[in-house]
């Protein structure tokens, strides 16, 4: 196919083609297209571009046509000339529809990409989106930095364009992109943020919020690279096998202390969901008194030995653990006693 040669689609092949000379892909890319505009527009970039592309349109089955909205979208990406593939991802699991459809999202496009680089059609409008939603929940800067160009094996290109371009590039195509019902439902906060929140900002601000969002993130995960590996340094020098090692951590800055115990609790299979939880693990590091194990979430079913029990952080002979206790609270693999308190 022959692309017209339009400013809108000038912009998306120019982002394409950047994010290609900074992370160098093979040839073959795979793709994450869902009919809407972004991922249209990406296929179209990509395939301008001369990228070998298989499309993968993936169908949750949540909604009535979805099959339909699916094979539509991988028919578009033939006639780029794409390689296209439907596949259906069943949505179960804990944390509402919206997360689990993503998870099923993105367990299907790693099985369909067999290792290739997977790229999803994520704007700066969707970035800057992410940012407001972080600083909303309290997060700290390993949310607010927001998502990656590349994050093995996700790639996003479009970041650095305005969804505003990936509409106008299909309208250059001839294509009217399929809207999706779930992106004007008021019911999500993300939905609220993009069609109340933001343009609010823009007016009050008088216009560039969502590019200065967008660099906030560039910005802060630029920093987040180099606390991230100074954290990873500060883990190695305290990890004792499975435990960490109290009195190295206590003697390191906070920022640096807090990554390497959430880095470690996550190793060990937790899932730490709350900033109140982190800082009551760094308090068995540096205020310890005593106290008793601090609970910790886990993803579902990964540990069946618990019996529907829960992991506890404790603190024992100068050493940080990871523990089992069954549902009524009885240690599971609580050998030894806990430390006593420091005077």
């Known amino acids: ?29 795979v793709v994450g297209c869902s009919g809407g505009a972004d991922s249209t527009a990406l296929v179209a970039g990509c395939r301008a571009e ?3 592309v298989r ?11 979805s099959a339909d909205v699916a094979a539509e979208a991988a028919a578009r990406a033939e006639t780029f000339g794409a390689t296209a593939v439907v596949v259906r991802a069943e949505v179960a699991g804990p944390g509402g529809t919206e997360a689990a459809a993503r998870r099923a999202r993105q367990a299907a496009l790693r099985e369909a990409a067999g290792g290739r680089p997977v790229l999803l059609g994520h704007t700066l409008d969707d970035q800057a989106e992410t940012v407001l939603l972080g600083l909303g929940r309290g997060a700290g800067a390993g ?3 927001a998502m990656a160009a590349w994050s093995e094996p996700w790639g996003r290109p ?4 305005r969804r505003a371009d990936t509409l106008a590039a299909c309208a250059d195509l001839g294509i009217e992109p399929w809207a ?5 439902d008021p019911r999500f906060a993300r939905v609220r ?3 109340e929140v933001l343009p609010l900002l823009e007016d009050v601000l008088q216009g560039g919020v969502a590019e200065a969002l967008a660099r906030t993130a560039r910005r802060l995960r630029e920093d987040e690279d180099v606390l991230g590996a100074l954290a990873d340094e500060l883990l190695a020098r305290a990890r004792r096998g499975s435990t960490v090692d109290a009195e190295t ?47 910790l979430a886990e993803p579902p079913g990964t540990r069946p030995e618990l019996g529907g029990g829960r992991l506890v952080a404790v603190r024992r002979r100068g050493k940080l653990e990871v523990a089992g206790h069954s549902r009524d609270g009885r240690p599971l693999d609580l050998l030894d006693p806990l430390d006593p308190p420091e005077n």
Request: aromatic share 4%; with cysteine; net charge positive.
């Open 1 to 29: 196919m022959k692309f017209p040669e339009t400013p809108a689609l000038q912009r998306v092949r120019l982002v394409v083609r950047a994010w290609c000379t900074e992370f160098s892909p093979p040839g073959a890319v």
């Open 55 to 65: 499309a993968v349109a993936v169908d949750h089955g949540l909604q009535v046509g």
């Open 249 to 295: 951590l206590a003697g390191a800055p906070v920022a640096l202390r807090r990554r390497a115990l959430l880095a470690w609790l996550r190793d060990r299979g937790a899932d730490v969901r709350t900033d109140a939880t982190l800082r009551a693990v760094d308090d068995l590091v540096v205020r310890w008194r005593g106290q008793g194990a601090v609970a």
């Open 50 to 52: 001369g990228l070998t």
């Open 158 to 161: 479009l970041l650095g364009i």
């Open 193 to 195: 943020v993009r069609n």
């Open 180 to 184: 999706d019902p779930h992106n004007v």
């Open 143 to 145: 949310s607010l930095q």
